[in-house]
């Protein structure tokens, strides 16, 4: 095997020569030099403006609601994927059909008409407009944008009696599906001194764009053909390697004037997220390790990784307290719930009872959820445990004196029964044997 050795340049012009260049390369022979390749994996987050870290898959069906609107989509498919997510080439038509029905609380403003308008997150793009009352049937298709990104189809509200041209918000909050457009296929990368093209990028034997699981493992198949203008640095040898951005996993490395053919496999992040898969080039004459870049700018392909993570979600601990003074329950107060997640977390509380309000005598279970934008959920529960601990105050009859009946050892004598009063109830019961009405005999009897 011949060497390659790398060259060490002193100069401040050299040094510029040596900087890296982001691009792609691939494995290939070149006259007397044996290159190589390699794969590894890696795991890092990217860091962009136009992707958020972690894509949320909305769960069909969706219910979007809002004061004064509800709305309920079934069946939702995006690009004949028969799912709520999908991906699609920058400028594609996208196909989307959806069962919606609408329906409006009135609480809000009765008698009114709300418009639930239907688009692409982002941008002003319409798919559909009906008022509430109305079941729709939308079956349409749309221009996907432009720009590589993470674009949620999501709903719009309006009391203006009327359809609008909005900015849909592109927020996972209120969205009915997700869309992924991929960077454009066939592409050139490009930067002085290197040109790559890739065409016939396909991830998992289908486009250059696939949502995958955690830590699965992905095949990606590219044709590359590199070559160099040679201005810059006349002579010299450019790397072009591909890699996962926001990782330093490698995917194919080689130098110009090579064409690939790449057919190979490998480890999704473990982290969700939005991954591009770029090219990064280098003259030092060699395959290098190197943190690659998750930017569109230099990439062919992008891979989502979802979010099958629940949130972690955190109760109080059981609550024990003695009922208030004269009152028949207590006043508890207590803290939320809290829930961690690797993307973010929304907890509800479950069940009636509020901190601050009066809890009955007894166990009282105080529920709570967490839920992550992909809709993956956890619950907690904890129990407010009050204890009637306050006596009842029972009063008796004054004591009674009288004499024997005419001709009889004892006398009949009638009283009233006690009486009790608590914070709770009372029950009153006499122990002993003599009720009211009996005949008692001579002497003291309790």
């Known amino acids: 095997m011949s060497k390659i050795n790398t060259l060490r340049y002193n100069t401040p012009k050299e040094a510029q020569r040596k900087s890296p260049i982001r691009t792609s390369v691939s494995q290939s022979h070149s006259s007397n030099r044996l290159l190589f390749g390699f794969i590894f994996t890696f795991l890092n987050l990217f860091n962009s403006s136009i992707f958020a870290q972690c894509v949320a898959i909305p769960s069909s069906p969706v219910i979007i609601s809002g004061e004064p609107y509800i709305s309920t989509f079934s069946s939702v498919n995006l690009n004949g994927t028969g799912s709520t997510a999908a991906t699609a080439l920058p400028g594609s038509s996208v196909s989307i059909s959806y069962n919606q029905v609408m329906s409006f609380s009135g609480q809000y403003c009765p008698g009114c008409v709300t418009f639930h308008q239907v688009g692409v997150g982002g941008t002003q793009t319409a798919i559909s407009c009906a008022n509430n009352g109305q079941t729709l049937n939308v079956n349409t298709t749309f221009t996907a944008p432009v720009t590589p990104g993470v674009y949620y189809i999501t709903m719009y509200n309006t009391l203006d009696y009327q359809c609008n041209t909005v900015n849909y918000v592109n927020s996972p909050s209120t969205a009915l599906a997700v869309l992924i457009v991929t ?9 002085e001194p290197y040109i790559s093209t890739f065409s016939n990028v396909k991830l998992n034997g289908a486009t250059n764009g696939a949502i ?4 699965s493992n992905v ?6 053909v590199m070559s160099f203008s040679g201005q ?12 996962v951005g926001g990782t330093q996993t490698a995917i194919s490395c080689a130098n110009n004037g090579q064409t690939l053919n790449v057919n190979t496999t490998f480890t999704a992040p473990v982290t969700p997220g939005v991954y591009y898969i770029t ?6 004459y060699q395959c290098n390790t190197v943190n690659y870049t998750n930017s569109a700018s230099t990439a062919i392909a992008v891979i989502v990784v979802k979010d099958l993570t629940p949130p972690t979600i955190t109760c109080p601990a059981n609550i024990s307290k003695n009922t208030d003074i004269g009152v028949c329950g207590a006043t508890v107060t207590f803290s939320a719930a809290t829930a961690t997640d690797n993307c973010s977390a929304t907890v509800t509380q479950t069940t ?3 901190s601050g309000q009066t809890f009955p005598v007894g166990s009282t279970t105080i529920g709570y959820s967490a839920k ?8 907690c529960s904890f129990n407010v445990v009050v204890t009637d601990n306050e006596a009842p105050k029972i009063t008796c009859p004054a004591n009674i004196s009288v004499n ?3 001709g009889v050892c004892g006398a009949k004598e009638t009283f009233s029964a006690a009486t009790a009063s608590d914070n709770c109830s009372a029950t009153v019961t006499q122990t002993s044997a003599f009720t009211s009405g009996q005949t008692f005999p001579v002497g003291s009897t309790t």
């Not at 995958?212 to 830590?215: D, K, R």
């Not at 090219?279 to 030092?284: E, P």
């Not at 992550?372 to 619950?379: F, G, H, I, K, V």
């Open 232 to 243: 810059y640095c006349p002579g010299c040898v450019t790397f072009h390697q591909v890699g």
């Open 404 to 406: 024997t009946d005419v």
């Open 219 to 224: 095949t990606i198949a590219f044709k590359q």
């Open 212 to 215: 995958v699981n955690p830590g």
């Open 279 to 284: 090219m990064y080039n280098t003259l030092d």
């Open 183 to 191: 960077p454009p296929s066939p592409t050139t990368i490009s930067g």
């Open 352 to 354: 009636n009872f509020t």
């Open 372 to 379: 992550d934008p992909s809709n993956n959920t956890a619950a």
